[in-house]
């Protein structure tokens, strides 16, 4: 990093004169961004160990509550239902509130585009390991949620505040108050970026390619929307994700439904397929069979975590302001969090991609220029050579180019040989450079081109004046076009409009979560600066969904990514630490559940009528539920 830091200085004072220090600044932070990306997201390439980490804590959590996840399932839907709600007690929304705010974050771009994205790069047999994420984030979800509410606090006008800043501070004692503000930080800036921004440019490009409405419109609406929900607080945002996410849900679930219905007869091979491709998948996706099974299992397990966010500490926040004064109760409502968000609304995704056949498919696409990655190429693939191969070769032989002297291409009939085109990170087959005419349409390209490397983007000479390219070929899709794509193949029988369905739920799903990140951002605002701040967080934050509507500020999203990712690092050292209190808790509170009448334990294996095994533990006691008012 730190090598790249000096050339990266060296870079600005060499070109100062041309781009000015902001933009170099600018490139310079990207890069630095990029290296945190990587070491967290990417180190080491065959399983990360944020990854690893994460499955580890939730596969130790998940044992160390003898599989709470499968034994009281039953009693966390019952929770939901309002069976065990009483207005008195303190807290602010009801279970099923704090459970659709939760899923409001949580319900995203990520079940559309994230699941595509996964069998995209691992094929089929990702979403078996999004799967073996969901069981284990159960669990993870369910502990977390409980130190939520067990140390959560309120202020002097009755408001609750919780989450992991207020367990690792009250939990494990003032000298770790450094960590809980780490997490708050890091909370902070991912409502900005992956809470945020993103969300909204998501919302803006989906439009724009669907019915031509221009990015400041649909910015304007959604910072409008936003703003009338979320100056509201966490009541109002309550109310409206109360409403908003089971209708979301229910719309893109009957699509998937739908589709599922008229292709039955492929579920069962779908499935076949999905359960042989998680440890056997097919070599056209990597390169050796271990290289494949990595890719597999990495683009699973990752698509999976970020799809129901367990174990990094974003749904806590919201579960804190449950009207309960169980901890343990509104814990196991959270679990069902990632069973609704990954087992069953990604599984719905991924069922209909596979069912439908697009997922090894190529499709016809037209794509502008910065939409595509231009590199030099020294001969044609060899024939059968996987993509991934095929663009590598592509990439290390522009690599290796002169950067300051670009390379010279030469296209007939836009036909470009020395050429190679990527597009959203596939490789774009018998493709075709098209410029516009000055009557607004595009013809093939004749004449010649130069590649600069170092921004990968095409640029015609200069006696050619500006020039606006598109590429024209077949495609492997990715992200949300896969789902748009897989959609509108299935639902063609009954009308062409299945790839609107996808786009109306990209709308409702990233203004979800949108609200509900700014619930996260300004508590943790609270945390770290007092309550008179959290108005202007939040008028700042309707700022910034209008920003990410207009500009695509990548760089921002990254750092958003990164925060993201760090957030778990602080979190599941608390929850690690801390187990031992919720395997008490969690004893206790069955006990007097099972005593008061048996619903909790009545049914259940496990010891304790319902509870953990935990020969070591103390005898559980009231006492664990005294923390709830801390």
Known sequence: ???????????????????????????????????????????PSALPWMIAVLLLAGLFVTL????????????????????????????????????????????????IAGVAMAIHYGGPGALFWMWVTAIFGMALKFAECTLSMHYRGFDADGNASGGPMYYIEKGL??????????????AVISSFGGGNMNQANTVAVSAYSDFGIEGWVVGLVSATLVGIVILGGIKRIAKVSSTLAPTMAAIYIS?????????????????????????????????????????????????????????????????????TKEPVREGAVAMLGPLIDTLIICTMTGLVIVTTGV?????????GIREVKTYASASVPEKGSSEAARVATAVGIAENADPKLGLAALCQAGRCPSLAFVGRDAFIDAAVLEVKTADGSFKPYDGAVTLQVQAAALKP?????????????????NSSALTAWAFDRGLSPIGD????????????????????????????????????????YRLVYVVFVFIGSVAALRIVWDFGDLALGLMAVPNLIAVVLLMPEVVKITNDYFKRMAAGGGDAGSGDAGAGDGGVDDPGADDPSTEGTEGAEA
Request: positive net charge; charged residues 20%; aromatic residues 12%.
């Open 497 to 536: 409009w299945g790839n609107l369905l996808v786009t109306f739920s990209v709308f409702l799903f990233a203004l979800s979560t949108m609200i509900s990140w700014s619930y996260y951002g300004d508590r943790c605002i609270e945390y770290l600066f007092g309550a008179r701040f959290v108005l202007p």
């Open 359 to 367: 997922w090894d498919e190529k499709k016809q696409a037209d794509l």
């Open 64 to 111: 160390r509550l003898s599989f709470i996840q499968l034994r009281q399932c039953g009693h966390a839907i019952r929770a939901v239902l309002g069976r065990y709600d009483d207005p008195d007690d303190e807290g602010d929304i009801s279970h099923f509130q704090a459970l659709s705010t939760a899923l409001s974050a949580t319900v995203g771009i990520g079940n």
């Open 461 to 477: 000479p200069k006696e050619g004046g500006k020039l606006k390219f598109r590429v024209r070929g077949k495609m492997l899709q």
């Open 173 to 186: 004692g003032p000298k770790w108050k450094p960590l809980a503000i780490f997490f708050a930080v890091c």
């Open 1 to 43: 990093m730190g090598a790249g830091w000096q050339s990266g200085v060296h870079r600005c004072a060499a070109a100062q004169t041309k781009l000015g220090y902001g933009r170099c600044v600018l490139d310079l932070l990207k890069e630095i961004i990029d290296v945190g990306n990587t070491l967290v997201w990417s180190t």
């Open 255 to 323: 699509g998937a439904l739908l589709i599922l219905i008229m292709n039955v007869d492929a579920i069962p091979g779908a499935f076949a397929e999905i359960f042989s491709q998680a440890f056997n998948p097919r070599a056209s996706l990597g390169g050796s069979v271990a290289g494949v099974f990595s890719m597999t299992l990495l683009w699973g397990v990752k698509r999976g975590l970020f799809s129901n966010e367990a174990g990094q500490g974003s749904a806590p926040i919201a579960h804190a302001a449950a009207k």
